[in-house]
């Protein structure tokens, strides 16, 4: 979608190695939200963030440490990754944006697919 | 992408006839609801809100009903189209200060 961006788009990873997602996002938007994706299981929350600097944890935390430095850009890091990380990872943004238009339904980004062999 | 899909329940449809796709939301006290479409590798994308302090809520070709009572929540597309081929899903929110809880998703499948 225009003005969310996530990179890389796919990515392969060995077991143990740290990886970070990054999500950027011109609307500027107050909330940032990283989501996990897996058959069975439909978007779970991993982080979100309501401001720079702020961030809490959402229903799959474990594993996973995020930053906010600025509005547009919210990362996760993969401390130390997994197989059972293996997934397709959304970012999404909401809130007051940047036209004064409160968005309370997400806009989401085009996802991560990350592999961890 | 494809491997989303698996596991889900789907609901087949005859272009041009009326689609409907349930969904039973858990918090007796969520305010919001959404419902999502996602194409196979792309983003889930907004169809369409209704606050709790309403029923029914229609859009073009879509409509959504919101029983409080049971906890249910249904998207009804009119007319289907082969575009409207996708994963649909509901979410909701407690308040607006809340992160979305999304359920799990229902394929639809257009046959032309």
């Known amino acids: 979608d225009a003005g969310i961006t996530q990179s890389p788009r796919h990515k392969v990873t060995e077991t143990g190695t740290p990886v970070t997602l990054r999500c950027h996002q011109t609307?500027?938007?107050?909330?940032m939200y990283w989501y996990r994706q897996d058959p069975g299981h439909g978007l779970r929350l991993i982080h979100y963030?309501?401001?720079?600097?702020?961030?809490d944890k959402g229903e799959v935390s474990d594993g996973y440490s995020v930053s906010r430095s600025k509005t547009e850009d919210f990362l996760l890091t993969l401390e130390s990754a997994t197989s059972s990380q293996t997934s397709v990872y959304f970012c999404?943004?909401?809130?007051?944006?940047?036209?004064?238009?409160?968005?309370?339904?997400?806009?989401f980004g085009s996802g991560t697919r990350l592999t961890v062999v | 992408g494809e491997s989303v899909g698996l596991h889900l329940p789907t609901l087949s449809v005859q272009e041009g006839d009326n689609s409907i796709i349930n969904c039973a939301y858990s918090?007796?006290?969520?305010?919001?609801f959404i419902w999502y479409k996602q194409e196979s590798g792309k983003g889930p994308q907004f169809i369409i809100d209704?606050?709790?302090?309403?029923d029914k809520r229609q859009g073009q070709r879509v409509t959504v009903l919101l029983n409080k009572t049971v906890k249910h929540l249904s998207l009804q597309i009119a007319a289907t189209q082969p575009g409207d081929s996708a994963v649909y899903f509901c979410?909701?929110?407690?308040?607006?200060?809340?992160?979305?809880?999304f359920g799990k998703g229902t394929r639809l499948s257009v046959i032309a």
């Open positions: 999404a943004i909401s809130g007051l944006g940047s036209q004064g238009l409160v968005n309370y339904g997400y806009t």
């Open positions: 609307e500027n938007h107050r909330y």
């Open positions: 963030s309501y401001g720079v600097k702020d961030t």
């Open positions: 918090n007796s006290a969520s305010d919001y």
């Open positions: 209704i606050r709790s302090n309403m």
């Open positions: 979410a909701e929110m407690g308040n607006i200060n809340t992160p979305l809880v």
